[in-house]
């Protein structure tokens, strides 16, 4: 390589994606001395990990593990922290990236706010918790959950109603309602994908009721409405009584290996994560019946077979193999007539559950990702990576690298192991810089 091609190469890498993958490829990458560009376009990291009460095969607390990960990527030296921000374009090549950023006005100072919360308190408005999937209420100006990093607050402008009561409220004066768009541009010489993924929506699947009817929940809400943080204090109710379900139904695969709406594939977690949600519910409600409708219990991770094999001698789970083709409500009782078809016993059936569980699986966001870059995807429409089965980081775009979920279906430490290997798969191409 020339000299003059040596001096234009960038020593710093963009990191797109401020969830666990995201978050583990900025460290490893800063611990090697290199500049780290985290951009998030939510106000603050966590991704969708963050969203969990409990993570399996261990029953750990998520937010436990992942907010000190947080915390120590806001506060390393080497990595500049853009949350409520969006990649808009990238140019250039390895080694030479010009990246344009848009930084959304959160009307709020982020230097200025100490995170006291009083602008809350006196806000009228009030607007469904995306954080709490739908089970709570936040105000127009919010923090996304207790321990978001960095704790600075932000004015959802599509509800406020503009009274400024938050203005005239805060002690530090951090609110700038004038706040306007913030383009900067960037140089850096590698980029790592960590865009993760969104969840099927249940409603594409109208047989079975969701947002029709008031008990009919996905895996995410249930996951929300049994953590401490949630409106009941974690525990399990029915949304149409606030009664506690005694009989309660799993349905596996929605959304996933389903070829009538183009998802072919397994999204690896569902099996996992309803067996999990299932053990936090029986320790609720001792006596409740939990019946899980499945197609295949698919557990291969490490500990997953036993933590299976346990679950279901422990909790008594009731498993039935077949598809759930209809979803009927008593409009009296609001219980759920599930018709099904058990395959083992050649037969169809009929019953009646207090609550419904959607296992929804994971769809991609590539098509994201596309808009400002040009990169590949497969029949799963994930991110293509040149050699799946060898090198399961490196994309066809030289310099461009990939980890998490937005590669494939996959859990926790599979997302951390290959974020870094992208960290250093990218931090090759950064040390030419050097």
Known sequence: M???????????????????????????????????????????????????????????????????????????PKIHLLTYSEVQQIQGKAGAFRVRILRKPRYVDEIICTGCGICATVCPAEVTNEFLAGVGVRKAIYVPFPQAVPLVYTIDMENCVLCSLCQKSCPANAIKLDQKPEELEVKVGAIVLATGSDVFDPAKKPRYGHGLYENVLTGLRLE???????????????????????????????????????????????????????????????????????????????????????????????????????????????????????????????????????????????????????????????LRTVEPKIDPVLTPIEGVFVAGVVEGPKDIPDSVAQASAAAMKASIVLSRAR
């Open 224 to 382: 929300r409405l049994l953590s401490v943080s949630s409106p009941t204090a974690g525990r399990i109710v029915r949304p149409s009584d606030g009664k506690t379900p005694k009989k309660i139904a799993f349905l596996q695969c929605v959304g996933s290996r389903d070829q009538s709406i183009g998802n072919s594939y397994c999204s690896r977690v569902c099996c996992m994560y309803a067996l999990k949600q299932a053990r936090l519910v029986k320790e609720q409600v001792p006596d409740a019946e939990i019946t899980m409708f499945y197609m295949d219990i698919i557990v291969f991770g490490k500990g997953h077979e036993e933590f299976y094999m346990r679950t279901c001698d422990e909790l008594k789970l009731k498993l039935i193999k077949g598809r759930v083709a209809q979803i009927k409500e008593d409009r009296k009782t609001k219980r759920l007539s599930l018709k099904y078809e058990d395959v083992e016993q050649r037969k169809t059936s009929a019953q009646l559950f207090d609550l419904v569980i959607l296992s929804v699986g994971l769809v991609s966001t590539a098509d994201e990702v596309r808009s400002i870059l040009p990169v590949a995807i497969d029949d799963d429409r994930f």
């Open 2 to 76: 020339r000299s003059s091609e040596m001096r234009q190469l960038a020593n710093a890498a963009l990191v797109i994606g401020g969830g666990i993958a995201g978050i583990q490829a900025s460290l490893d990458l800063a611990e090697q001395g290199f500049e780290v560009y985290l951009v998030e376009r939510k106000p603050s990291l966590g991704g969708r990990m963050i969203e969990l009460d409990k993570t399996f095969p261990t029953m750990d607390c998520s937010v436990c593990m992942l907010t000190p990960k947080m915390v120590d990527a806001a506060k390393h």
